[in-house]
């Protein structure tokens, strides 16, 4: 994705509105932009990031300067994306139908749905299984409730209605984004660097989980979707739901009384992403 810093301050409104945000909501529009921004550059095909100068390298914040900007900010970084803004105030949105289906979420909730297409769209493309394409189609949809832990998160939110494979490579691919994997097509991204520092180390749960993975029969399910995840950030790229209609269809099992109607240990969070706006 190429990146211009120009460009990006004028998507925040200009120079005199980029001087009134806090260091923690310029460091997130920054740290979220290639995902949260995507749908927008795809628009607008002019749209950029903050990048390096050029013939500099870029030089990466260490954890002690990440944690240093919670203090001067009112905006907590795990807040999703429908419940938080970096752009200004946040859009009134579009009600859902009487009866959502999971095509009605990507329609008027899930950002960012061009990210997500993309990696579908590369998974299906490669010939990976239709369980890794929708695995690839849903790992980071749950970004709209919550960002911690978002693969944990995100498998609860889908595990009802999808195989057990999908779930499992959705809850996991959070934990191999940390670890490296020449031979399968997986480099550490810089993207983290910036993110979490350059002297950053995953979490005990992390690293216990990343042990028990590297010898579970099922490890290049979550693997395959950090690799379709990486490359799925094309600006450029034209992507729809149309060509995964089928694979929903015969893989997502919808309510018949409508996603977040149903009695099932997750409708809550489907309800909360429909409507993020109720003050109870």
């Known amino acids: 994705m190429e990146v211009d810093r120009r460009a990006f301050i004028a998507s925040l409104g200009g120079a005199a509105a980029v001087a009134t945000m806090s260091s923690e909501a310029k460091a997130d529009a920054l740290e ?10 795809v628009a607008a095909q002019g749209r950029g990031g903050q990048g390096q100068t050029p013939g500099q390298p870029e030089k990466f914040p260490t954890v002690a300067e990440i944690e240093d900007r919670i203090e ?3 905006v907590r970084r795990g807040a999703g994306s429908l419940f938080a803004s970096n752009r200004g105030n946040v859009k009134k949105l579009e009600p859902m139908p009487k ?4 095509l009605d979420f ?3 909730r899930f950002e960012p749905a061009n990210h997500v297409l993309q990696s579908a769209t590369r998974a299906m493309k490669t010939g990976m299984s239709e369980e890794i394409i929708l695995a690839c189609l849903m790992h980071d949809v749950v970004l709209n409730l919550i960002k911690p832990d978002h693969g944990w998160w995100g ?9 057990e494979k999908t779930a499992f490579a959705v809850r996991y691919h959070q934990t191999l984004r940390f670890y490296p994997d020449p031979e399968a097509g997986y480099e550490y991204p810089d993207q983290y660097y910036r993110i979490f520092g350059i002297d950053y180390t995953p979490p005990p749960h992390i690293e216990a989980t990343y042990k028990m993975l590297k010898n579970h029969k ?9 690799v379709n995840d990486l490359y799925a950030f094309d600006p450029n790229a034209k992507v729809s739901i149309e060509p995964f209609i089928d694979v929903i269809g015969r893989h997502f099992k919808t309510p018949k009384e409508g996603l977040g109607n149903d ?3 997750s409708a809550h969070m489907w309800r909360t992403i429909a409507r993020p706006d109720s003050p109870l």
């Open 263 to 265: 009695n099932s240990p």
């Open 106 to 108: 990507y329609k008027l």
């Open 72 to 74: 001067k900010s009112n």
């Open 99 to 102: 009866v959502p289906t999971l």
């Open 218 to 226: 099922w490890y290049m399910e979550p693997r395959m979707v950090t």
């Open 32 to 41: 979220h932009y290639m995902e949260e921004k995507l749908d927008e550059m």
């Open 155 to 163: 498998a609860q939110l889908i595990e009802p209605y999808v195989p």
